[in-house]
């Protein structure tokens, strides 16, 4: 029987499943590389660890690998139900909040590798006992690759921005439904139906990437916008996205609706807030997002050969 140490949190209420020990070397280099060799030898640790029968859809994972980056203390790799993401803003904010957990970060500044490059995290100190675990992340530079792109669906025309935060967005304001808890099913269903539209005009981000996450905005009275973002396998993200807010602030930045320094807060679709703000740094655009995660669960997920479904059920979203 192997066994796999895990540790479960979340963050406005977007679980994340951190794996602190690989359990196999990914032989080194940037993380970027050892994503490309996690994805081609050793997939099943993300199925087994994220999808039914011991997971469901709506689980992230991440696992800390080695950093290339000498100034980084860690390096992490983020998954879903469906692949791999670039950069996951709850996810480190979870993984923070599991490091400082287990003892291995106190208040102040860590750098951290991704896929897509170096970010920085800070977890703030404790605010009494309220606020334990409190993370702001700078994220990587985001920027609009689109704007105001027209897709037809269900005979109409609506359109959205594509952009980049870590991962793609198409972020679309004019779609005409009511963004709230209420209404998960009919955003789930317009949003997946969205994304197969604007995939068959060809639209992508940069040198032909896919875009992956849509995000349909509506107004809250409890914040600067409210958000539904469908990720890749069909779940939508429980918390505000920090790279799907990263993406809106690279947006709101370029629209003039924002300016460098002041805070948007940006609303999940169950309530979950998380305050975002941009620095223009060397011409670049670099959001930070602030939100909190709490501790849930840890464990040892057991993986016994002779199970047929013990690396999970291979899910297509
Ligand atoms: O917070 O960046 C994020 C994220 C991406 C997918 C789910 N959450």
Known sequence: MQTIPYLDSHTGGEPTRLIEQMPFDLGGGTVAEQLARLRAEHDDLRTLALNEPRGSNVLVGACLVPPADPSCRFGVIYFNNVGYLGMCGHGT?????????RGRLAPGVVRIETPVGVVEATLHPTDGARHPNRVSVRNVPAYRHLKH?????DGRIVHGDVAWGGNWFFLCHDHGLTVDAEHIEPLTDFAWRLRAAYGALGLTGTDGAVIDHVELFGPTPTADSRSFVLCPGRAYDRSPCGTGTSAKLACLLADGTIAAGQTWRQESVIGSIFDGRVEVSEGQVVPTITGEAWMMAE???????RDPFGV??????
């Open 93 to 101: 904010i979870g993984v923070v909040a599991a490091l400082a957990y």
């Open 149 to 153: 792109v027209p897709v037809e669906i």
């Open 299 to 305: 464990g040892r997920l057991l993986v016994d050969a």
């Open 312 to 317: 999970g059920i291979r899910s297509a979203g």
